[in-house]
């Protein structure tokens, strides 16, 4: 069975930094891209980053790039999401998953999330 947990959340003030995880089991990151992906209230759930499946290419949404940063431990069946510069508007619960390529669909069902307050 699958499972993605997710953790690290928390109230941070504007510029400050957080380390999220997603604890994973059921698959193999040699087989399945993982991503990190964030819903604001009112808004549409958002791609954040992305770690491919194999090499461990790393993608990520323009509005973090440079402040954000994807890794994977496969020992621990882990990813991480290290978030630096944070700002009042990355304010979302956070979720991890993996996408079926760009289709916007996903392999497995969602987790908890969890929550990211940055205040200014």
């Known amino acids: 069975e699958v499972q993605l947990v997710e953790s690290g959340g928390a109230l941070v003030q504007a510029g400050g930094s957080l380390r999220l995880s997603c604890a994973t089991s059921g698959f193999s990151y040699d087989d399945y891209a993982v991503g990190w992906f964030r819903q604001a209230p009112g808004k549409e759930r958002e791609g954040v980053a992305c770690?491919?499946?194999?090499?461990?290419?790393?993608y990520y949404a323009d509005s973090v790039k440079g402040r954000f940063t994807i890794s994977r431990d496969k020992a621990k069946n882990t990813v991480y999401l290290q978030m630096n510069s944070l700002k009042p508007e990355d304010t979302a619960v956070y979720y991890c998953?993996?996408?079926?390529?760009?289709?916007?669909?996903?392999?497995?069902?969602w987790g908890q999330g969890t929550q990211v307050t940055v205040s200014s």
């Open positions: 998953n993996a996408p079926i390529g760009y289709s916007g669909s996903f392999y497995f069902n």
């Open positions: 770690i491919s499946s194999g090499h461990g290419d790393t």
